[in-house]
């Protein structure tokens, strides 16, 4: 492709891939494990999390390849890559980051750590002492609990649930029958620790932990009286999480989903680790158990799933080794004693920005809504909340107070369906209506609404948010939500309670934007706008920050915005397939991925429209998932100080941070930003201007 010829922009060469690019951001949150000028213990945990984010790739991302392959799909996205070709450079960039991962343990953090008093003790390194506690710590708390299986006819090989520590014993002699077994397996209780601490007077150190993996390692031969443990290896299981259910061939959903979350824990394996130094033979022997295939397995220079390290950070009492403490502000019309939130929010619109500002006026919200005899009606959309939140506490006082309940619970947010199945029981018990969202399509918007009588007339208030109605997450999640009640907001949102609860047409929306109906509509004419602001010569740009940006659509536009001189700044922290700085085609783009102590999930999007800007805040990212097969709310933001406020917090820090931020070049790879004069952290800025940090 040259400048001078005319380009295709659905060429295959334009886009990335979304797997690699998902590969890419597990490596960027490995380089925070690496960085020295991090906190210690902070280092340790990315480096868990980096070890977390690469079970869930496999569980979603390396499942949905392999059953594409399996099923000789040729389909491909707009990168054109094969499921073979993706599975391929997968194995590739994992073994590498696996490496580093345990090179980056092994050598520097666990050193580091011993330094500071924090020490892991290997087997050899047990004193008399603490190998007579660990062995009572063993014969009391775990042979109760183990349940050794030697394999033969009557023994077959046991289904072993997904991500749970395992043993392959190989054993030598007869048992008390007179049978001869080669192998066992030992399964780790998963109602225990994978991190031990010793006493303090035996530790040897401030704080000392021992493995339970080394513990079971060590006592093995207990299980097998009169034979002999040749080896002992740990070894873990990866499995597919999806849930098989039909949900237009399904009656009751959540029971379908019930049924199906007992499955998943012996769904089909996608991949195997084992410790490295495991001879070849017992490797064989476990891949022709799981029918896997040598790419399929991992080895690892040490324990098999290093997000139980994480246990120490919350061990380890030690401040400075961690980040400074942060006590979140409120909003300035919150600052009075004793809020009514419904006076205030008649005053103007409140925006919240978490985990910089607390989750605690949401809280609040529900809390006075439940109590006050004025409030007849209160919904809200339950995508990832826990059974026992203080928000399900409000939400079920209500309830029990005759006022009109209606929640909308998502059962297929992965990895949550147990708990939206027990707060749905929990719900119904209380007599809250629940309704389950849309069939086939996924309810990931984030809004609650609350009809209360004032007078003569009813007054609706509503909060939108980028971010889910979760109290913890909420602490480390940077997410916008806004408290309004705004007559138009409002009816959109009544609006948009009644597609989800019954049924009929999509009615429309006088301010909002919405998925699967208006919301990628919506954004593709804004880009166009300011493409066609851009060929006559006017002032146009755009900004946006999102979590993932994959959508072709959306990226085509985006493509002709550039070519038509559009100046395009977009801050995407995971997935992102468009290539910026191709000439001819994206040289006006440039994307950001910004990583640091919070977790950046804010979604804003600024189109400036001439000088008349627009600022939306959404639940959506720029993906065809969000934009096609969700139930999205994209809100703008109208206030004009709330709208210099979105951008000043949202937006232009992002695009000036020098300290946890990475710049995607052309060919893919992410470039880190750094400055060798002013340090700027966007989330520290945002620390110092809107909570307070204790140094």
């Known amino acids: 492709m040259t400048e001078q010829a005319v380009i295709d922009l659905e060429h295959s060469d334009l886009y990335l891939n979304r797997d690699m690019s998902i590969l890419q951001f597990n490596r960027r949150v490995f380089e925070l494990a690496a960085d020295t000028s991090l906190p210690l213990l902070e280092r340790l945990r990315f480096l868990c999390i980096s070890s977390t984010n690469m079970d869930e790739f496999f569980e979603v991302r390396v499942a949905v390849q392999k059953h594409r392959l399996a099923m000789g799909s040729l389909s491909t996205a707009a990168d054109g890559l094969t499921a073979g070709e993706i599975l391929s450079q997968v194995r590739g960039r994992v073994e590498s980051l696996v490496a580093d991962q345990y090179r980056l343990l092994n050598e520097t953090l666990l050193p580091a750590l011993e330094d500071e008093g924090v020490r892991i003790l290997r087997r050899a390194d047990w004193n008399e ?158 891949l022709h158990q799981f029918a896997l295939e040598h790419s399929d397995l991992y080895r690892v220079d040490g324990l098999v799933n290093l997000y139980r390290l994480a246990a120490i950070y919350d061990e380890v009492d030690r401040a400075d080794l961690k980040f400074p403490v942060f006590e979140a502000g409120v909003p300035q019309q919150l600052c009075v004693e004793n809020p009514n939130l419904f006076e205030i929010i008649q005053q103007g619109d409140v925006l919240l920005h978490h985990p910089f500002q607390s ?41 029990r107070a005759n006022k009109e309940v209606v929640a909308v619970i998502e059962l297929m947010a992965r990895f949550n369906e147990e708990e939206n199945i027990a707060l749905a029981n929990r719900f119904s018990a209380a007599g809250v209506q629940v ?20 007078g003569k007339k009813l007054r609706r208030y509503v909060h939108l948010g980028t971010g889910n109605y979760h109290t913890v997450t909420s602490s480390f999640y940077t997410d916008f939500g806004l408290l309004s009640c705004d007559p138009e907001l409002g009816e959109d949102v009544h609006k948009l309670f009644q597609q989800l609860t019954g049924l009929g047409k999509a009615t429309r929306l006088k301010a909002m934007l919405s998925a699967p109906f208006t919301l990628q509509k919506g954004l593709l004419e804004r880009i166009e706008r300011e493409t066609e602001i851009a060929r006559a010569g006017g002032d146009a740009g755009i900004r946006a920050k999102v979590n993932g940006l994959e959508e072709p659509e ?142």
């Not at 809504?369 to 203080?390: E, F, G, N, W």
């Not at 309810?443 to 609404?449: A, D, F, Q, V, Y």
Request: hydrophobic share 45%.
């Open 554 to 695: 959306i990226i085509r536009a985006l493509y002709r915005a550039s070519q038509a001189g559009v100046k395009i700044d977009l801050v995407v922290r995971g997935i992102c397939c468009l290539r910026p700085g191709i000439a001819g085609v994206s040289e006006n783009i440039r994307i950001r991925s910004v990583l640091g102590r919070f977790l950046e999930h804010t979604r804003v999007y600024y189109f400036h429209n001439s000088g008349e800007s627009e600022v939306f805040c959404a639940s959506a990212d720029w993906m065809g998932r969000n934009l096609l097969r969700r139930v999205e709310t994209c809100f703008p933001v109208r206030d004009a100080v709330l709208k210099k406020e979105v951008i000043a917090q949202g937006l232009t820090p992002y695009m000036s941070d020098n300290t946890g931020t990475w710049q995607l070049k052309a060919d893919g790879s992410y470039q880190r930003v750094q400055s060798r004069t002013q340090l700027k952290s966007a989330q520290l800025m945002l620390m110092q201007k809107l909570g307070t940090l204790k140094e």
């Open 435 to 454: 309704v389950y969202g849309v069939v086939g399509y996924k309810t990931h918007c984030k809004m609650l609404m609350v009809v209360r009588r004032e």
């Open 359 to 399: 989750f605690a006026p949401v809280v609040e919200l529900l809390n006075q809504a439940a109590a006050d005899p004025d409030v007849l009606v209160i919904k809200q959309t339950m995508y990832r909340v826990v059974p026992d939140s203080p928000l399900v506490d409000a939400l079920v006082r209500a309830a």
């Open 129 to 286: 002492e603490q190998a007579a506690w660990i062995r009572r710590f063993f014969r009391r708390e775990l042979l109760p609990l183990l349940t050794p299986i030697g394999l033969d006819p009557a023994h077959p090989f046991p289904r072993l649930l997904s991500k749970i520590l395992n043993f392959v014993v190989s054993l030598e002699g007869k048992d008390a029958f007179g049978r001869e077994s080669h192998y066992a397996i030992v399964q780790a209780p998963r109602s225990l620790p994978r991190v031990i601490r010793l006493p303090d007077q035996i530790a040897g150190s401030e704080h000392g932990f021992v493995l339970l993996s080394s513990i079971i390692h060590a006592h093995v031969g207990d299980f097998f009286p009169g034979m002999e443990a040749k080896a002992c290896h740990q070894f873990r299981i990866t499995r597919n999480s999806g849930l098989l259910v039909d949900e237009e061939d399904v009656v009751d959903l959540k029971q379908a989903v019930a049924g199906e979350l007992l499955e998943r824990r012996f769904s089909k394996e996608v991949r195997l680790e084992v410790s490295q130094r495991c001879p070849q033979e017992l490797v064989e022997f476990l």
